[in-house]
T-cell receptor
Framework: KQEVTQIPAALSVPEGENLVLNCSFT??????LQWFRQDPGKGLTSLLL?????REQTSGRLNASLDKSSGRSTLYIAASQPGDSATYLC?????????FGKGTRLSVIA | DTAVSQTPKYLVTQMGNDKSIKCEQN?????MYWYKQDSKKFLKIMFS???????INETVPNRFSPKSPDKAHLNLHINSLELGDSAVYFC?????????????FGSGTRLTVV
């Protein structure tokens, strides 16, 4: 059974800092890994999708990597801004529908 | 145009009532899902449907009955609501069962049972 762990659970950084969010998973038989953002009281916004054959994806200031052999993914956010404050969720699909981690709550302080 | 739309956005109801949440996707996807986000914000799969057929029922009480009249719609009916059913319910879709091209989520329905 796939288990997804996100570390840290919460993170507070000053504006402008580069940061890394971590995601680890137990079953490497995945189809893809997806990073989402959730603002308080809102829905899920897809940030990046990495197919199982890919190693990384980039969108603007965001870069996500995938290492299936070690069961890890990282989300790198460059030059963080207060508007990046949200909960970031890592999720994987494989033999079961999307399985989520518990998220990292990010606060970027101006 | 909203890709995955859910109605209502908010639902406040008394214990014991029956209620429904509707979901529609206009992405042409074959597979649809219901997820529950509990008070600790953890998202868990409840059901998945592929081309109107139930694929997964993740040990959800049988008070919850999903219905898919066609592959663009997946509704969730809940009987005899209990306090513990209070949560945010998200509908999602993917192109196929592998979800290989990613999942798209609706904006959620916040259900409060009083």
């Amino acid at each position: 059974k796939q288990e997804v762990t996100q570390i840290p659970a919460a993170l507070s950084v000053p504006e402008g800092e580069n940061l890394v969010l971590n995601c680890s998973f137990t079953d490497s038989a995945i189809y893809n890994l997806q990073w989402f953002r959730q603002d308080p009281g809102k829905g899920l916004t897809s940030l990046l999708l990495i197919q199982s054959s890919q190693r990384e994806q980039t969108s603007g200031r965001l870069n996500a990597s995938l290492d299936k052999s070690s069961g890890r993914s990282t989300l790198y956010i460059a030059a963080s801004q207060p508007g990046d404050s949200a909960t970031y969720l890592c999720a994987l699909s494989g033999n079961t529908p999307l399985v989520f981690g518990k998220g990292t709550r990010l606060s970027v302080i101006a | 145009d909203t890709a995955v739309s859910q109605t209502p956005k908010y639902l406040v109801t008394q214990m014991g009532n029956d209620k429904s949440i509707k979901c529609e996707q206009n992405l042409g996807h074959d597979t649809m899902y219901w997820y529950k986000q509990d008070s600790k914000k953890f998202l868990k799969i409840m059901f998945s449907y592929n081309n109107k057929e139930l694929i997964i029922n993740e040990t959800v009480p049988n008070r919850f009955s999903p219905k898919s009249p066609d592959k663009a719609h997946l509704n969730l009916h809940i009987n005899s609501l209990e306090l513990g059913d209070s949560a945010v319910y998200f509908c999602a879709s993917s192109q196929d069962l592998t979800g290989g091209r990613g999942y798209t989520f609706g904006s959620g329905t916040r259900l409060t049972v009083v």
